[in-house]
């Protein structure tokens, strides 16, 4: 029975250092080193086993290596200490040696009573040293080595089944990415972060001052609709659908006029020369208020003078009226058709004529010099003078010296699909191209008019931005939120471009936010699921930027700018190698479940430094509910178990039950009725219909 420190100490030792290298040790294992499983620990454990620790004494503390591989190598039998036999002649002996990467230095801090670990290495090994089993309070400082251990997400196999906590900070705050197969527990491990760290930070209220002033959110873009039972019993959580299954889900509403330009362009497959800037001055004129119900013929003339001042101000910062020469025709051209726009009537005051005729004949004036196909560069002083002349023309009509100042084409103000294809039309006239963007404008009606795109963008007059973010965002007096967002049902014609309206809004809300309350932030989490799909790699020197490459720029700049406005992305993906590699680079931390594709593999491996890339190679092995932390959550990587979820809390990703259903244990009934008018939109399914569905 031990009985001293030093005897104790003595029967830890299993293995002689017998190379040392700056990413590689190797040791020698006494012939009695446990060869199964080690007793003298404390506790039984499997032993030797690669992936797990070693200790090895240096200068006050202990080297702590990785087991890289173990093997077996004939050699001569160890000299025996009392044996003078000197004829006996000894035969190959099968001795073990393994290899330890060196991750980092544990030592005891006195002071505190514990262990402290510390990634890097200061001081290597002697040949000769000895190697040493970690104790469990050894184990247990190695893997819970970060500072604040506040949410339980597992255990570790590999060290004893030592408790794995993280830090909501760390793992939310720089970016998280779970990658794995489908069928891995992706869906399941991304629940159970949520759920876990809302739970951990209940438990640590005990005030009513802190109970008041706590507060989560979470946004879910759930394009499967899995995540639509899982977070049901919790207070706070909100499911929006496009066509919701019951009254406790809310219809999903996008607006038209959350959409910015890139995304407008992207859903008319605007071109770049041409219909790319008549959409921008529609929303420029439809942000600014030109839609105004008519009254009058005076207010028509006073919008469209209002719209050519923002269309001249436009050719003013872009250079058009003097840079290169097809530029100054195309100004030239459009000046001439807004001349001969100019004409009286009868509606009109006797001022308000004389200023239609006045003006006409300035720019009849104005033109002159800059005839023919290839016309002279118009002179800033003569551009100024033009500017002077409209402004004067504008006011006369009653326009305000401010009413037609640029505005940014993107400021999420109303309008409906109707203004819009009339100010297309509208602004395709003013800027003289309305030979170039007929197929453009039908396309894009088109696509208004189908019923779903409708129910999913048309709000009522009343709706205002407002409205939405406290939908999603909370108010005041939301102390959780977690928005689930089913994107299951979207038209697959405008799913990027409503994903990537989402999360830009989201993003330029929080922006907002800290501007408004002098630099504090609003702590948000965005999950995205199925982030192959949303932030899917694009060739950046293609001109032609669809939907999916607009939103996956959305994700890059919210991957890198999110941080310093308290916005943080979960991103869950079973294809890393198709990711945007700039929204990777930002992760700062990483889950990896199981992973068997060559090209994903490669990619994770590039995430760690060389001295540990053989716990990655468990990756292809691993078992469901198992993962590999790493990064800035973690201190080191680490093979997690994660906690089990009960089945009512888990996201509905189940593998099919082929053999059950085919031997009559689960009854399947169908009613295609019900699906077809579920599909074509005539009806609603109640949820008694979606239960026979299933």
């Not at 293609?542 to 939907?547: K, N, R, V």
């Amino acid at each position: 029975m031990i009985t001293t420190p030093c005897e104790f100490s003595a029967s830890l030792r299993v293995g002689t250092v017998i190379f040392v290298s700056p990413d590689e040790i190797k040791v020698q294992l006494e012939i009695e080193a446990p060869d199964s499983v080690a007793l003298n620990a404390g506790h039984p454990r499997a032993f030797p086993r690669v992936n797990s620790y070693l200790l090895i004494p240096a200068d006050g503390g202990y080297i702590v290596g990785q087991v890289q591989w173990v093997t077996v190598e004939n050699s001569p039998y160890p000299k025996r200490k009392g044996l003078q036999d000197f004829g006996l002649i000894d035969l190959p002996f099968p001795l073990r040696k393994l290899s330890l990467s060196p991750i980092g230095i544990l030592r005891r801090e006195e002071l505190v009573g514990k262990y402290t670990f510390h990634r890097g290495i200061d001081s290597f090994p002697s040949v000769g040293d000895e190697a040493i089993l970690p104790t469990a309070e050894q184990l247990r400082a190695v893997i819970q080595s970060s500072e604040r251990l506040r949410v339980k997400i597992g255990t570790s196999p590999l060290a004893g089944n030592a408790d794995v906590f993280v830090d909501p900070d760390r793992l939310f705050g720089r970016h998280l990415a779970v990658l794995g197969n489908t069928g891995s527990g992706k869906s399941c491990s991304v629940a159970g972060l949520i759920r876990w760290s809302l739970d951990a930070a209940r438990r640590e209220i005990h005030t009513e001052e802190k109970k008041k002033r706590a507060n989560s959110r979470f946004i879910i873009l759930d394009p499967n609709g899995e995540y639509g039972k899982t977070f049901s019993s919790l207070q706070g959580t909100v499911i929006s659908s496009v066509r919701p299954a019951d009254a406790s889900i809310k219809q999903l509403k996008v607006p038209l006029w959350f959409w910015n330009t890139d995304e407008w362009c992207a859903f008319a497959r605007a071109s770049d020369k041409t219909q790319r800037p008549l959409i921008s001055q529609t929303l420029q004129s439809l942000r600014a208020g030109a839609r105004d119900v008519v009254v009058s013929k005076s207010v028509v003339m006073r919008q469209y003078l209002r719209t050519l001042l923002m269309a001249l101000r436009n050719d003013i910062v872009s250079g058009a009226p003097w840079s290169k020469a097809w530029l100054i025709r195309g100004f030239r051209d459009r000046v001439e058709s807004w001349r001969k726009s100019l004409v009286t009537d009868s509606e009109y005051s006797d001022d308000e004529n004389d200023v239609v005729t006045r003006f006409s004949a300035w720019l009849e004036e104005f033109l002159k010099g800059h005839e023919g196909d290839w016309p002279q560069p118009f002179t800033r002083q003569e551009v100024d003078k033009f500017h002077n002349e409209l402004v004067r023309a504008y006011e006369k009509f009653g326009g305000g010296p401010g009413d037609a100042l640029i505005i940014d084409p993107d400021t999420p103000k109303p309008f409906t699909a109707n203004e819009f294809l009339d100010g297309l039309t509208a602004n395709a006239l003013i800027l003289n191209v309305a030979d170039y963007v007929e197929t453009m404008t039908l396309r894009v009606k088109t696509m208004l008019s189908d019923p779903k795109v409708k129910e999913l963008s048309e709000v009522d007059s009343s709706y205002q931005l407002k409205d939405w973010l406290m939908n999603f965002l909370g108010s005041k007096d939301d102390r959780t939120k977690i928005s689930v967002i089913d994107l299951s049902l979207v038209p697959s014609v405008i799913i990027h471009i409503v994903t990537a309206a989402i999360s830009r809004i989201v993003m330029e809300a929080l922006q907002r936010y800290r501007k408004c309350n002098n630099g504090e932030v609003l702590p948000t989490v965005l999950v995205v699921e199925e982030a192959h799909t949303f932030i899917k790699r694009y060739a950046e020197d293609y001109d032609d930027q669809g939907a999916g490459a607009i939103c996956c720029k959305v994700f890059e700049k919210v991957a890198r700018e999110g941080r310093k406005f308290g916005l943080g992305v979960v991103l869950s993906s079973q294809r890393p190698s198709e990711l945007s590699p700039t929204v990777l680079s930002q992760c700062n931390t990483f889950l990896l479940h199981r992973i068997s594709n060559d090209r994903d593999q490669d990619l994770v491996h590039r995430l760690l430094p060389d001295n540990l890339h053989g716990l990655l190679r468990d990756l292809p092995i691993l078992p469901s509910r198992h993962a590999i932390l790493l990064g800035w959550a973690s201190e080191l990587p680490v093979l997690v178990r994660m906690n089990e979820l009960q089945k009512k809390d888990r996201p509905q990703s189940d593998d099919p039950e082929f053999w059950s259903t085919w031997t009559g244990e689960q009854d399947s009934k169908l009613n295609w009725d019900e699906i077809e008018r579920d599909w074509i939109g005539d009806v609603s399914l109640d949820e008694s219909h979606c239960s026979d569905v299933q």
